[in-house]
């Protein structure tokens, strides 16, 4: 337990909602979420007698149908809804339980960075070794990483924290690694929705869709805003699959049964709902990213999510007091950089899920004023 730390991100928001609490008035760029507005939900109509109890630990029948067709809609990949797919508590879990079957104690996890605070610990939770890769690396320049203990990959598309989406040729360029060493993807795909109109989200599937060596991982917590519900899954050949439902039976039973007819029942009202909201937050991110331009403050590439990993340019600070600084001074918080990784302390997260235009304007002039100040 003492080679594991506590999310970073996770932190900092509670600290945030204690200000709150007290009566403090922060501007939220923190978030790891976006706000819809979605109906409180009515469980009328759901079968009583199913919806309280276990249900099977592969997922309730008919979501897992719904999650086929609809992951197949936008990978091109068909899937198995009776031995491909695999309803989760989130895609926490379907991640870990992803690493928990892949690894033996001290394989090796490539895991690009910035990235997501909780890969190298949930790698290390199944006995792995992360091996992070410093932000100015390419994919092709992956490949001097690898080592003999090597199992695997990261690719999370799009990205958690610079919203970089990735085209083509980069998964080929990755499969082909994947290929040739015998390693595994594991695609974290979290956010395939939140891609502007007119992009294209390219999915790990449509290159491996016969699961040789890809897993998907995703959630319905980001894409249907919907994040306490606690719902993800995971899709990966029928042999695998096999083998890790035996982790969710002995961790879980099985995803929150209530909410799997739920969603079963409301999937295509619920995307219907969200995706225009989607449209709405992606389209103040890339906004914001042209405002912090405009101010002088650099981002790494992307387009999509709806976060950006901004450079602290010529600040003298390093990436936890200028975070300290920002919440404390000006009321708003974003998270430090040094969480996505050791070579990411230059820059900090903002996320505009959460907050008004207006409000989002005033955060990131105060943050570009504050990097110009301490330069
Ligand atoms: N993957 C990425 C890249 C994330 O940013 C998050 C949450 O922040 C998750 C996975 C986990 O989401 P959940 O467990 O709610 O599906």
Known sequence: MDTLSEASSIRLNNRIYEMQAAGMDVITLSLGEAFFDIPVPSFEGLPSAKIHHYSHSRGVPLLREKLAKYQQASSGAPVDPER????????????????????????????PEPMWVSYPDQVRIARGVP?????????????????????AIVVNNPHNPSGRRLDADALRALHELADRHGLFLI???AYHEFVANG???????????????TIVCNSM??????????????????????????????????????LCYYLAENFETIIE??????????????????????????????????????????????????????LHQHGVGVVPGIGYGPSCDRFVRISVGTESDERLVQGISALASLVHETR
């Open 131 to 151: 091996v992070m890769t410093p932000w100015y690396e390419t994919v092709e320049g992956l490949a001097s990483y690898i080592t003999p203990r090597t199992r």
């Open 187 to 189: 695609a974290d795909e």
């Open 84 to 111: 491909e797919i695999m309803v989760t508590a989130g895609s926490k879990a379907a991640i870990v339980m992803a690493f928990t079957a892949l690894l033996e104690p001290g394989d090796e996890v490539i895991i």
């Open 199 to 213: 992009s294209t989200f390219v999915s790990a599937l449509e290159h491996d869709p016969g699961k040789r060596h």
């Open 221 to 258: 917590s980001k894409n249907y805003g919907i994040s306490g519900w606690r719902i993800g899954y995971m899709i990966a050949n029928a042999q695998l699959t096999d083998q890790i439902i035996k982790l969710q039976q002995h961790m879980v039973t099985c995803a929150p049964t209530i």
């Open 273 to 326: 709902r969200t995706r225009p909201q989607i449209q709405r937050v992606v389209g103040a991110r890339n906004r914001m990213a042209a405002l912090l331009a405009e101010q002088g403050v650099e981002c790494l590439d992307g387009d999509s999510t709806f976060y950006l990993f901004a450079s602290l340019g010529e600040s003298r600070l390093n990436s936890e007091y200028f975070a300290e600084r920002l």
